[in-house]
């Protein structure tokens, strides 16, 4: 019989809804409960995609025996770290604090007023490599509630008065200059694996943010070393195992520090971040593979993430069915030699396993192997037909959410490679998908629902990084459409970032003020899987305060910086997008009107110029002489009849320009 999770939109915890285990979800009703029966409050955060949530579900969740001792003994309550970012950034933190790690699942005993005391992640069945089981920790923290339950609220007291005193006050000390991005960059310097690329050792995360800092940092000061590591870590992440060779788009991270064998599932969030990146690297280096990998990685998002209703999905699953009825990481997307055989043949099959590094060994598991491209292109009509036959096999599952950040990433990524590569289909998917948030994540006063599935909208408030991802993608797509409307609503968004998420101190937080009370109210500057909500919320108020002249985004935006002053010099690879926006407000940024009839060749090709400028977070307005849709074109006429670009920074603007090559040369400086 299925339990309360039966009616909620979010995947995963339908996925739990035939569980023996009496789930609840986050609810003060929860709670309430656990305060009428007397008994603690078992938390349990985990995602779709994650493959040891899987793994404890089926292990724990789904053991009739496990589920009557929960039952008995606790409330049950089931997140969804994606939905509810805050929730599980709270109780993180008290993970980190009390065990030094966390991930997921995670696993937190709470008392009725929230307040956490007992904590772990993934709890086997039966004790193993120094772990105890589910079973024994559910006794203990029971006969701890039963008999020591003094000594049980005095601990979460501590924790609770331990995570209140952990605010921030990064606000407002002064924005990063020189010294601070010089320190930044010598920082990555020291981290970076010269070897391989990246940074650090295993596992290797994509170091999206940290690369677009390198490529704005190169663009703005000429420092070739900054644009060698962001090119030889682009290369290696594009011929390595994480990304795709048949069909486009990046698994979520390296397990090793050589980028040879992921962790399979896919993530919309990496893909839009890379997408964009790669984007950027082509328009710095001429790359030809980063402009293959910036536009597969585009068309992957849209042929396997887009929904039905113009939005994009939240992720693809590592796991899938291997042939055998098994559930198995990576069965989708790895290869032996003889597969490879059986579907191109002989000779084919073993120069398909010469230039995608297939052994009769593997490099994966039982004999496997993922595929890389170590050297030159492979062969496409070799890609085609393994493609082909890969389609045949049992597909990863998709979490279908739409969650409004990473759309807004997504929106971002899509509108600029559509314009660099004229792809006028990708915008289109870009203009879908931002209708889509404003028509059912937007209410009335502009504030944004986080998430939606199947065209019905979540029920949780949009946090932080939502306002600011989706701003960011709205502005960008205002740039590439001249569509002022996307200017528009971005406003609308970053007046409530101000309004509700700015502390005193120009400090910003995840929630809004009158957001759901937390024990503690989540506020983290650091950029990690994608940019914090600090990180783009300055760096979406910068380019508003850009396109509008508004004194009051641009003071928000530098007080937001305060952060990346602090934070830079000491710990870069964890804030390198709000690095890349501190090298935008140093460059500016510029500001570019383009002015022109829309079907006039000269008018289009003066934009895409502006567009394809180097310099770190440039606005482009482009539209009529004199239009009202930005600011931008005001007071901008036609220059002898003929279309033209303005361009303006630090309140000084130079002549207009009726040539792009002009344009290009006066944006490269």
């Known amino acids: 019989m299925p339990n309360r999770l039966a009616h909620e939109t979010s995947p995963y915890l339908l996925q739990h809804a035939d569980n023996p285990v009496d789930w609840w979800p986050w609810s003060g009703e929860a709670f309430e409960e656990a305060r009428r029966r007397g008994v603690p409050v078992l938390l349990s955060v985990g995602y ?19 589920a009557a001792y929960v039952n008995e003994h606790f409330v049950n309550i089931k997140v969804d770290r994606e939905e509810r970012p805050d929730v599980d950034a709270v109780y993180m933190e008290a993970v980190q604090a009390a065990t030094g790690q966390g991930g997921w699942p995670m696993t937190v005993f709470l008392t009725a007023d929230a307040a956490p005391f007992y904590f772990g992640t993934y709890f086997p069945p039966e004790p193993r490599h120094g772990m105890p089981s589910f079973r024994q920790v559910l006794e203990g923290v029971s006969a701890a509630w039963g008999e020591r339950r003094e000594e049980v609220g005095e601990v979460a007291g501590k924790f609770v008065r331990d995570l209140a005193g952990r605010s921030l006050a990064y606000g407002g000390d002064g924005v990063p200059g020189e010294e601070e991005l010089a320190q930044a960059l010598l920082g990555l310097t020291r981290d970076y694996d010269e070897r391989h690329g990246g940074f650090g050792g295993a596992p290797k995360f994509p170091p999206s ?26 290369e290696a992440m594009a011929r390595g195992g994480m990304y795709d060779q048949l069909g486009g788009g990046f698994a979520r991270y390296s397990v090793d520090r050589e980028w040879v ?13 890379l997408c964009r990146v790669y984007a950027h690297l082509w328009r710095a280096t001429g790359s030809e593979l980063a402009r293959r990998v910036a536009l597969e990685t585009a068309d992957f998002m849209v042929r396997e993430l887009r929904t039905a209703e113009g939005g994009f999905a939240s992720a693809l699953d590592a796991d899938s069915e291997d042939g055998t009825g098994k559930h198995v990481e990576g069965a989708f997307y790895v290869w032996t030699p003889e597969q490879l055989r059986e579907v191109l043949g002989g000779e084919d099959g073993r120069r398909a396993a010469e230039f995608f590094g297939v052994t009769e060994e593997g490099t994966f598991e039982e004999g496997a192997s993922v595929l890389q491209l170590p050297d030159g292109e492979a062969d496409v009509e070799i890609r085609e037909r393994l493609l082909a036959a890969r389609a045949q096999r049992a597909r990863p599952g998709r979490d279908d959410k739409v969650v409004a950040a990473w759309n807004g990433l997504a929106i971002a990524a899509l509108a600029e490679v559509g314009a660099y590569f004229e792809r006028p289909d990708l915008i289109e998917r870009a203009t879908e998908a931002a209708d889509l948030l404003v028509r059912l994540h937007m209410d009335s006063g502009a504030r944004l629902a986080r998430t939606s599935k199947d065209g019905q909208v979540g029920a949780n408030a949009g946090v932080l990084e939502d306002y600011a991802d989706v701003a960011e993608g709205f502005l960008v797509l205002a740039a590439v459409s001249g569509e002022g409307v996307w200017l528009e609503f971005a406003g609308f968004l970053l007046d409530i970032v101000v309004d509700q998420f700015v502390g005193e101190g120009g400090e910003l937080y995840d929630t809004a003020h009158d957001a759901e009370r937390l024990i503690r109210r989540p506020q983290d500057p650091t950029d990690s899987a994608t940019p914090s909500g600090w990180s783009a919320a300055a760096g979406a108020l910068l380019s508003y305060a850009a396109h509008t002249g508004s004194a009051a985004h641009r003071a928000a935006a530098e007080g937001a910086l305060g952060v990346v002053k602090a934070l830079g010099p000491r710990a870069p690879r964890f804030i390198g997008w709000g690095l890349a926006v501190a090298e935008a407000l140093l460059d500016g940024p510029r500001e570019v009107a383009v002015v022109g009839p829309q079907d006039d060749p000269a008018t289009r090709e003066l934009h895409r110029t502006a567009l394809l400028a180097p310099a770190p977070g440039a606005v482009v307005a482009a539209g009529e002489a004199d239009s009202e849709e930005f600011p931008l074109l005001r007071d901008r006429p036609l220059v002898g009849g003929r279309p033209a670009a303005y361009v303006c920074r630090n309140f000084t603007c130079d002549a207009p320009v009726t040539d792009a090559s002009a344009l290009a040369r006066n944006l490269a400086n």
Request: with cysteine; aromatic share 10%.
């Open 209 to 234: 943010m940290a690369v677009e800092f390198l490529l704005r940092h190169y663009a703005r000061t000429g420092a070739e070393g900054a644009l060698q590591m962001a090119a030889d870590t682009g």
């Open 261 to 273: 064998v992921p962790h399979f599932e896919k993530m919309l969030y990496d893909n839009a971040l």
């Open 48 to 66: 779709s995609s994650c493959h040891w949530c899987h793994v404890m579900a089926h292990e724990s969740f789904e053991d009739d025996a496990t």
